[in-house]
């Protein structure tokens, strides 16, 4: 079946710090990938997406690749932002018909001045 | 480009009573979908939509929620009768192609 499995939060970080938060898919076929964001008290914004293998989508100084090998979608970014302080979703599409689309729990970010 | 609109943006409302959610797209986007996300965790699809037609209605707990898409537009989610575990926010997304997933703000719904 589909899955997504992200890097438990909440993460603190202190501005300009860099970041990483891990996530790993399980799909049948050849999934696209997406990261979601999601500020408090408001719906998900798309940060960012990759539509197939070595793909790197990239948004707002976030970056992802799409590694088919290690079936990863890590997200980073070189040095953060009080301001980038929200709940990031990795999620995954099927790629069948209905296209549906699989997240994971979501990782809290929080960065302090 | 407007976004997908949602209201009421917070709802409280006592176990057994009834809510609905209104959601209008993203002009021009055929499918619609509903999802669920309970604090904490990812948001779950409850359905989707493609134009007036149902896709995929299989998380949605029929004896309890509903949806329609009158017209191909906008669309409505009730629960009836409400109960404590419905207690999270309810997301409208819209699409054209399927990757180009728009949400709006959500309703927070709490049941007490």
């Known amino acids: 079946g589909n899955s997504v499995t992200q890097m438990e939060g909440p993460v603190t970080l202190s501005e300009e710090a860099f970041l990483t938060i891990n996530c790993t898919y399980t799909a049948t076929g050849y999934p696209s990938l997406f990261w979601y964001v999601q500020y408090p008290g408001e719906g998900l914004q798309l940060l960012l997406k990759?539509?197939?293998?070595?793909d790197k989508g990239s948004n707002k100084g976030f970056e992802a690749t799409y590694r088919k090998e290690t079936t990863s979608f890590h997200l980073e970014k070189g040095s953060v932002q009080v301001s980038d302080s929200a709940v990031y979703f990795c999620?995954?599409?099927?790629?069948?018909?209905?296209?549906?689309?699989?997240f994971g729990t979501g990782t809290r970010l929080t960065v302090i001045p | 480009e407007a976004g997908v609109a949602q209201s009421p943006r917070y709802k409280i409302i006592e176990k057994r009573q009834s809510v609905a959610f209104w959601c209008n797209p993203i002009s021009g986007h055929a499918t619609l979908y509903w999802y669920q996300q309970i604090l904490g965790q990812g948001p779950k699809l409850l359905i989707q939509f493609q134009n007036n037609g149902v896709v995929d209605d299989s998380q949605l707990p029929k004896d309890r929620f509903s949806a329609e898409r009158l017209k191909g537009v906008d669309s409505t989610l009730k629960i009836q009768p409400a109960k404590l575990e419905d207690s999270a926010m309810y997301l409208c997304?819209?699409?054209?192609?399927?990757?180009?997933?728009?949400f709006g703000q959500g309703t927070r719904l709490t049941v007490v």
């Open positions: 990759a539509t197939k293998a070595d």
């Open positions: 999620a995954l599409s099927d790629q069948t018909g209905a296209n549906n689309l699989f």
């Open positions: 997304a819209s699409s054209r192609t399927g990757d180009d997933r728009r």
